[in-house]
């Protein structure tokens, strides 16, 4: 494994950045903190900044508006996250991925894999099922039936496709991620559950990314779909017949219960809840552990909870809380009920 | 495959419903806005209602309260959710499973095998396991020791059992679910934890449904039980010796901690939580992301948190409610402290 | 299978306890309520206090103050809970495993493997990476590249390790487990999602325990941290560069986002949430389903949300707290603006 080495000059050139300082050569990259001579560096979080002073980082990618304050040689850049994650593709090592089907892999023979793909050791493919130019479908990993991966996807490791799952291209799926499994339907029928038929499938637009352990089911009738350039994070949790616009991005453990429409470009927090048949207008932003309990019709920042409080303060606001339509009507000038 | 073909009259005997308008073949079903001639669609959501007239489905299950309102063939139901999902069962494609053990699967010789059974590709059965006549252990399941999978489960794929677990008949079980793991077991010693032994197993009764990647760990001494007919919904955490309740269920990411005891006929909301050693009686609703933190011996639906707002407001209410108590004593008439 | 009995008295002896009353044999452990004779049982949480005096175990742990009021023989324990785990070690059924190779495991030549580990069915063990004296690979294990499993670990099955991840010795990681994915690191570019390269691995101390399905991301640029002897449980998600000080304990559904460092003997409730770059102390406990939105520098206790309310009443507190900035403001005495 050799190391490569990029002047700071050429990134410059390469990215269309602005080399203030001495000419650098950089053989990896680091934080401003963990960073030496050969690292280049980054600050695009002001909660950083004052780690800029002392960094011993030999080129840090920042704003102008930061310059001053670097120590060494800086590269200017109107996003700094930006240059900086196109500057570290370039110390990323990818995994290689041969072309052809493991000897141990079970691969169903009406199924198609194309020759330039990959399929990995223990993984299986079901009938019918597709597989096209450049795919890599990992170790361990489960396809179903009547499923289709497209051109340069990668499922990484142990992921599941159930039953008719479509893929577009450069899908890249993070292990323990279950796609297509039954959504959740379930009738109530003289003191019993009777299961509704999930008849539907899932269909997930070109450069998607799904995190591990992530679950997106297949729709009831018609199919789940997330459009292109959605992110989803790890632990997701995205039921029956959601719609998810293009470029929304989603954290962690966040979950979208079934029929419920998301617009594009929102962003999803951690934790956070959509309830079901819902619709989320293009651009909302729901914050951490927020639960969505109605339709969001204007684009903008919602959110639920309380603050963090030590915990005998809290007992006090939560105690007061349960009487709180009683303490409001005897609030002076009070409106009787504003509910 | 043949597409198969059923007039609403058959379908109206076959399952008691009455048929109102012209007699019409359908081969398929689909949602109202989604319908053709040769569909049959239904409506049970009033949220849905405002589809009916434009619907160009060719029958339409309904109330007889929504009939006057069907343009087309009607197909009358006490309840239509459950009619269709009989109806929509005539057109599910199963998965066809072949018994016998897959060339690649890892059994033990001590296991017992039903030859009507199905073990899929790169499965492992472990010591003294027993899987019975007509179930299907799918691609990639692992099943440790000691376990007992019934008559007609259906483990879909890349489920772990792992060790003393106990499944009922019909119990359906989906991806990436953990049954049987160590429960959360550890006791503070001398400044370092120490594991608990996790000694019992998981008993799971008949006809159970299990959504993907959700976890339910075996007991410390006793078992932890799901009666009959509970259905669990996609990354739900049940923790060691629960006890939940015949006919409940609960919806994705919702969480039971270690020795609760849920009654029968409850549903538990998405992401919504019940600490440890509480007990919910029958008949308890739990809406979405609601921390249940004492017994409910009534009962009922139960709640908590905060509606959502926008951003901006919420961060109005969320300061207050750090000084509830201090503005709940100044409200005229107070009693001074009803905590 | 041959049944261990062990007399009382060797047991007070074997643990530092006190024997109180008649010397009885056990040859099993049980809970209070379901122990017969030949069982021995505990009481450590006051909540099952009542349960004693009808206990027909024939012997319990308790501590001194407690033996009162047991009917039959008592081991007086400092801390019974944690005698009692030492106890019921005894009786715990070990799995066995075998040194070796399972022969449908596929192993990378470049891998090492430790003549004492044992790789179960179908597992895989990448690139570069090594497998420790005594160490227990399970069954459906993808063990990706650069990977370092420590003397005595045991990854029970179907864990996966993607990259780069680095466990100590004695590391517990239950099935579905997933370490060492791609931190959820993206950049907006021109209206598209830019992935930013995730370059760092994991490092998991000596002695922690990982529960079934949580994940735990690779590091974008330095190592996602974990120290020794701590314990997570089931569906936990540990974010992209977490530090998690030693002997901290998380339980089920909580989840850290990325950059957080969380200090040493830290309890983080059940569902609970932390925000990405924060910084908790030593000692911290937060309540479950609390979401920590800011650094916490003074150990202690600390909770947000709201308390269970049967839904009627709380619906009425909830349109309340929409208001709550204008109900303060009226009330008497008011400060206009505490927030």
Redesign the interface.
């Known amino acids: 494994m050799t190391i490569q080495t990029f002047p700071a000059s050429g990134l410059a050139e390469r990215f269309g950045l602005v080399l203030r300082g001495a000419n650098r050569d950089v053989s990896g990259?680091?934080?401003l903190s963990?960073a030496t001579q050969e690292h280049l560096s980054f600050l695009a979080?002001p909660?950083y900044r004052s780690q800029l002073e002392s960094t011993r980082a030999g080129v840090v990618v920042l704003r102008e508006s930061d310059a001053d304050a670097c120590p060494g040689t800086a590269l200017l850049a109107a996003?700094p996250?930006?240059a900086?994650?196109?500057i570290?593709?370039l110390?990323?090592q990818g995994?290689a991925h041969a072309p052809g089907i493991?000897p141990?892999a079970?691969v169903d023979p009406s199924s198609q894999i194309d020759p330039t793909a990959c399929i990995?050791?223990?993984a299986?493919i079901g009938a019918r099922s597709t597989v096209a130019a450049g795919a890599v479908v990992?170790?361990?990993c489960?396809i179903?039936?009547d499923c289709a991966i497209g051109e340069g996807c990668e499922l990484?490791?142990?992921v599941?496709l159930?039953?008719r799952v479509r893929l577009g291209k450069r899908v890249?799926i993070?292990?323990?991620a279950?796609l297509g499994?039954?959504g959740?339907?379930?009738?109530?029928?003289a003191?019993?559950?009777?299961?509704?038929?999930q008849?539907g499938g899932v269909l997930v637009g070109d450069?998607c990314?799904i995190?591990?352990?992530t679950?997106i089911?297949r729709g009831a009738?018609?199919d789940t779909v997330l459009e292109e350039?959605v992110?989803l994070?790890?632990?997701i949790?995205i039921?029956h017949n959601v719609h998810i616009g293009a470029?929304t991005?989603m954290?962690?453990?966040s979950?979208v219960?079934g029929s419920a429409r998301i617009g594009r470009r929102c962003l999803i927090g951690?934790?956070a809840?959509v309830?079901g048949?819902l619709e989320l207008c293009d651009g909302v932003?729901v914050?951490?552990?927020?639960?969505?309990?109605?339709s969001i019709r204007t684009p903008?920042?919602?959110?639920?909870?309380?603050?963090?409080?030590?915990?005998?303060?809290?007992?006090?606001?939560?105690?007061?809380?349960?009487?709180?339509?009683r303490?409001?009507r005897?609030?002076?000038?009070?409106d009787k009920d504003?509910?």
């Not at 959740?184 to 029928?189: E, N, Q």
């Not at 003191?191 to 038929?197: D, E, S, Y």
């Open positions: 990259v680091a934080t963990a979080n909660r996003d996250y930006v900086f994650a196109r570290a593709a110390f990323a995994t493991h141990t079970a990995g050791a223990h299986s990992g170790p361990g489960v179903g039936e990484v490791a142990r599941t159930v039953k890249l993070h292990p323990g279950v499994a039954d959740f339907g379930i009738a109530m029928d003191g019993r559950w009777l299961k509704v038929p008849l450069d990314e995190g591990a352990n679950t089911d009738l018609e350039d992110r994070d790890n632990q949790q039921g470029h991005a954290a962690g453990c979950a219960a951690g934790g809840g309830l048949h932003v914050t951490a552990m927020s639960l969505v309990t109605h903008g920042e919602y959110s639920s909870g309380t603050p963090l409080m030590p915990n005998r303060d809290w007992r006090k606001s939560a105690a007061r809380f349960k009487h709180l339509d303490i409001a005897r609030a002076p000038g009070s504003t509910a």
